[in-house]
């Protein structure tokens, strides 16, 4: 079985640039998240969907952030602008239910200039 | 008080040694636990889920104390492999957000 998988694994972008994160989930899970842990902090929650629907957003920090689940397989989610403190390492996990154990993707390593 | 809580470390032991490390939790109505691995610069794992009764897993035992509101994670004769950062997660009832700690280091030595 194929775990989660992201692209790129790293991205280097210019302040002001646009970048695009995807993310394929397990097949056959609902359930897609999008995490972002800053250097030397926690993991921290982004949002929710269950097949293309958002359930929860809350952990977008502005406007800035888009994220899409398009016929409810993969995701992605677009930074644009970005800015200096949106570096860090992006993590996408998914799961087949709810409150059942979430399995990440490798991350995307992404760096503002 | 930050909702999910863990000792960084590190915490440094010898080959074989039993270590344990601790995450206190701050809302009562969590319901669901799980201990994660992440090695240096790569994605967490799914060590194990926690339950009431307490689980083992071979050399590894969670436990989970309401009362207190904390999760143990117990490692016996530890290996050089074992050598990560263990993430302590907790999903709260009514929320399926799960809320990370920021990880133990455990650094085993020859």
Redesign the interface.
Known sequence: EAGVTQFPSHSVIEKGQTVTLRCDPISGHD?LYW?RRVMG?????LL?FVKESK??E??MPNNRFLAERTGGTYSTLKVQPAELEDSGVY?CASSQG??Q???????TRLSIL | RKE?EQDPGPFNVPEGATVAFNCTYSNSAS??F?WYRQDCR?????LM?VYSSGNEDGRFTAQLNRASQYISLLIRDSKLSDSATY?CVV?SKGS????????TSLIVHP
């Not at chain 1, 902090?41 to 929650?45: C, G, H, L, S, W």
């Not at chain 1, 154990?101 to 991350?107: V, Y």
């Open positions: 359930n995490y902090k926690e993991i921290k929650f929710h359930q929860d809350s952990g993590f709810r409150n154990p979430q399995h990440f993707g490798d991350g | 999910v319901q669901s799980f790569k994605e967490p794992k799914l889920s993430l999903n399926y957000i799960p809320t990370f700690g920021r990880g």
